[in-house]
């Protein structure tokens, strides 16, 4: 098979998919279940509390570790959906990553809320991101799995959610202080 080829025959498998996708959340997670507001709940009321708690007079420091968080984990989202560790069975839009919710919202308001407390009231960091990791991994994550939301599959744990947070979190943070560092070093 040639290069012009596989690129068709990508194509087409990509239409595929995409129309079994939108099938599926045709009869399963459209507007009409419960499902759908759940996840669409999950969206879009973190980005609310965001906007009433982000503390104003360090909005760029803050958004930032969030915006940091939001990319980080959704590349591993994509990356662990598409190696099948992940399976996430309801979603609101179908041509978006089903991850969305999670990787848009929830996870980066939480982890940027976190750091914005933890940085204002002096608190160790590292400590309270351990707890909020362990929250999302073992707790978070169970209620998902549970209510089948989110599946694991390929030898995915909970063990290795929680390390990723941990992980993107520590991530976040020196990323966050080398833009602060910079930018009084360029003021």
Not at 13 to 32: A, C, P
Not at 38 to 46: C, H, K, R
Not at 158 to 169: A, E, P, R, T, V
């Amino acid at each position: 098979m040639n290069r012009n080829q596989y690129i068709d025959k990508i194509f087409d498998k990509h239409e595929e998919l995409n129309t079994i996708v939108q099938s599926y959340w045709s009869q399963y997670s459209h507007m009409g279940t419960w499902q759908f507001w759940v996840v669409s709940s999950f969206l879009i009321i973190p980005l609310v509390i965001l906007f009433f708690a982000v503390d104003r007079k360090r909005i760029f420091e803050v958004l930032f570790f969030g915006f940091v968080v939001h990319v980080l984990w959704t590349y591993a989202a994509l990356a662990l959906t598409n190696l099948g560790y992940f399976a996430y069975h309801y979603y609101s839009v179908p041509s978006l990553p089903a991850s969305l919710n999670m990787t848009v919202s929830v996870l980066p308001v939480s982890f940027l809320l976190l750091y914005q407390y933890c940085t204002n009231h002096q608190k160790n960091f590292f400590l309270y991101l351990l707890l909020l990791s362990a929250v999302f991994a073992f707790g978070f994550a169970s209620i998902e799995i549970r209510m089948e939301f989110l599946e694991l599959r390929g030898g995915m744990r909970q063990l290795y959610l929680f390390l990723s947070d941990i992980i993107i979190g520590v991530l976040a943070y020196f990323l966050t202080q080398l833009l602060k560092r910079y930018r009084i070093e360029h003021d």
